[in-house]
């Protein structure tokens, strides 16, 4: 990478405070990001697991959608069921082609008069054609952007928040999301993340996120993680990467997704592709998303070949790595279905050499998520 | 050939580092390569009995990041692995120059030592890579 080109490169609110901070900063779906800081990846990474981490996600698309009939609008965009959600409550869902392809992943939080959507940075350009494409007047789209995100994400988040915002919010449900005041910083906080911990993820005005940044870090139990963290604490908890492990060329029915299609939008479809994902549901797919654990330490990275214990190909790795918290390699793909059954052993090919690997329900590790008391 | 002291490492630019004893060159990657790096997860070694030529890839070490190639320093039969590495991969990391050793080369050409740099000459390289 020349200077040039990081120069031409996004920087987040944060960028000032990343390299202050000693962020290693690598570019990052057009923006410079942190990839860790001087801990390093597995130290912040065993750190969100034991305490609680801050994030910058600052380069993910925020879009308010408003206007009309924009529940059912955006319906006819995504397979999630929208109309089923009560205020401030929010949902994982996908924007789907024509043939039921994956475009992008979201999240989507229900607001009285508006849905507040959270798209990937890659993506995010793209995400924005096509929901004005789409939507064509029947919901008005609009980009966020002068906001950022930052996510606080451990098992001691809560204590955090706790702390700077009142007791009240222990008892904030997991996937809602609400307005609030942090340390007099206004914040559209919710229960959320993509580590498999509890946490939470705050939308703030671009101007206010360092002063919040700071706040959050003078906590005792929190410490700052970058993108290298933030990938392996995902994988660990079999959470997606869009571009990785769900593509244009890949449906929410082959990558096991299908709970996050509710019986009404099944039967009803009326969102891209419907028709693909009702025959899948149906008839079954080709090929399935799958964890594998490769035995021993070798590591099994994204496009390395699986095979079967006769050694012929039964698919591809899309997401792996080292997993801190598990202590060996893991990793995610996809496989023909009849090669799909947890303990199943199979062949795993880095670098000329076959590996065994097994077949492994996700997560690989306990889900830290709060589910009331 | 004057026989060096182990102390004396010797580098490539790819920071693999060389100690020699007599005709056998002990290898392994450099503090600023471990660091560069990151956690060190796996390392693949060559298989003893192996000849290789120099800068020929010898060996692969994977962190939490990426797989990184490790490329021979000097020509040489590998005649010993640093097994340990196997359990403990982290030794990269804490000792890279000591106990995080990769493997141990009978030396085929001596004069392939000269074009290696010494602590020095290294350090002032390093320096101006960042």
Not at chain 1, 174 to 202: C, H, K, W
Not at chain 1, 266 to 281: D, I, M, S, T, Y
Not at chain 1, 288 to 293: A, D, E, L, N, T
Not at chain 2, 97 to 125: C, H, K, S, V
């Amino acid at each position: 990478m020349t200077t040039d080109q990081f120069d031409s490169l996004k920087r987040t609110p944060l960028h000032a405070l990343h390299e202050e901070l000693g962020g290693k900063m690598v570019p990052f779906a057009g923006y410079s990001m942190p990839v860790q800081y001087s801990a390093g990846i597995v130290q912040e990474h065993l750190h969100t697991r034991a305490a609680a981490t801050l994030f910058d996600v600052s380069h993910m698309g925020q879009v308010r959608v408003d206007g009309g009939d924009f529940v059912a609008a955006f319906e006819t965009l995504v397979p999630g069921d929208l109309e089923a959600l009560t205020l401030g409550r929010m949902r994982y869902t996908f924007f789907t082609n024509d043939a039921a392809g994956i475009l992008d992943d979201l999240m989507v939080t229900r607001f009285e008069d508006h849905l507040f959507v959270v798209v990937n940075a890659a993506c995010k350009d793209a995400d924005l054609r096509h929901m004005e494409a789409r939507l064509g007047g029947r919901a008005t789209v609009s980009p966020l952007e002068d906001r950022a995100l930052l996510a606080l994400q451990g098992p001691k988040a809560v204590d955090v928040m706790a702390r700077l915002v009142g007791d009240d919010i222990r008892a904030m449900p997991f996937l809602s999301m609400a307005q609030m005041n942090i340390g007099g910083i206004p914040a559209l906080v919710s229960r959320s993340g993509y580590t498999g911990e509890d946490g939470f993820e705050m939308s703030i005005a671009a101007n206010e996120a360092e002063r919040l940044a700071r706040q959050l870090l003078d906590q005792d139990e929190v410490e700052p993680a970058g993108l290298g963290a933030r990938d392996s604490l995902r994988l660990e908890a079999g959470l997606c990467l869009y571009g990785n492990d769900l593509d244009e060329r890949t449906t929410p029915v082959e990558a096991g997704l299908a709970w996050s299609i509710s019986k009404r939008r099944r039967e009803g479809g009326g969102f891209p592709g419907a028709e693909v994902v009702q025959r899948q549901l149906r008839e079954g797919v080709k090929r399935k998303r799958v964890g594998i654990r490769p035995e021993g330490r070798v590591i099994a990275r994204e496009h390395v070949e699986i095979v079967n214990a006769a050694g012929a190909r039964v698919g591809e790795i899309t997401s792996g790595g080292f997993g801190p918290t598990v202590g060996g390699p893991v990793a995610m793909g996809y496989v023909e279905s009849d090669q799909a059954q947890v303990g199943l052993d199979l062949g795993i090919v880095v670098r000329g050499r076959q590996h065994p690997a097994k077949v492994v329900k996700m997560p690989f590790v306990e889900l830290g998520y709060y589910r009331g008391n | 050939m004057a026989k060096k002291k182990k102390s004396d490492l010797l580098y490539t630019q790819e920071h693999e580092w060389v100690s020699v004893e007599d005709d056998v060159a002990t290898c392994g990657i450099s503090d600023y390569a471990q660091q560069q790096l990151g956690d060190v997860v796996f390392v693949e070694l060559p298989e003893v009995g192996k000849t290789v030529a120099q800068s020929e890839e010898i060996a692969v070490v994977e962190s939490v990041k990426a797989a990184s190639d490790i490329y021979a320093p000097i020509s040489g039969e590998v005649i010993e692995v640093n097994d340990a590495l196997e359990d403990e991969p982290g030794l990269v990391n804490g000792d890279p120059t000591g106990e995080g050793w990769f493997f141990r080369l009978r030396i085929e050409n001596p004069e392939e030592l000269e074009g290696l740099m010494d602590e020095d000459a290294y350090q002032d390289y390093v320096e101006g890579l960042d």
